[in-house]
């Protein structure tokens, strides 16, 4: 798809974001080398088995607003894993760690909204999808007046 921009664009800088579905560190490192900066959520089966980030395990241990990230120097990805209610693992190509944001949560045990830090790719991934959310939900909402022709076609021979 990103080879049928026509030539103007296709040298601009285009970030991409991908949800966990589609996310992978083979898609991230392939759209890295094509020039454009990626980030997105990835779901654990497809973090490799020799990554030295912890397991999902040892990070739900992990107070709130705690996060861990590992840096694959040969391919520029940046794997950070965030504690929130769950645990958020997140892959970049263009944002790292810092500047550290601040989030606020409602904290169940305190009974009230804290302030967690937050990592820089996470809260820029949260911000980007939650807008294409926001358009998918107002899109669906339209009113299309869309009408359905059927015709039946019979093949004499």
């Keep these: 798809m990103l080879n049928e921009l026509p030539d103007t664009k296709k040298d601009l800088q285009y970030s991409l974001y991908f949800d966990n579905l589609f996310t992978s560190l083979h898609l991230l490192s ?3 080398a094509l020039g454009y900066g990626v980030t997105g959520a990835i779901r654990n089966n ?22 861990i990230h590992t840096l694959d120097k040969t391919n520029g990805i940046l794997l950070d894993r965030w504690a929130e209610n769950n645990i958020v ?16 949560l409602y904290s169940q045990a305190q009974k009230k909204n804290i302030q967690v830090p937050r990592p820089l790719a996470i809260g820029t991934y949260n911000s980007s999808m939650g807008q294409t959310e926001l358009m998918d939900e107002n899109i669906s ?15 004499v021979s």
């Design 46 to 67: 497809r973090v490799p088995k020799n990554c030295p980030s912890p397991s999902r395990a040892i990070m739900k241990k992990m107070a709130r607003g705690e996060y």
């Design 30 to 32: 392939n759209l890295k």
């Design 141 to 155: 909402r339209l009113p299309f007046g869309v009408k359905v022709v059927v015709e039946s076609v019979h093949l």
């Design 89 to 104: 693992s997140m892959a970049s190509t263009i944002y790292g760690i810092s500047p550290l944001g601040k989030v606020k």
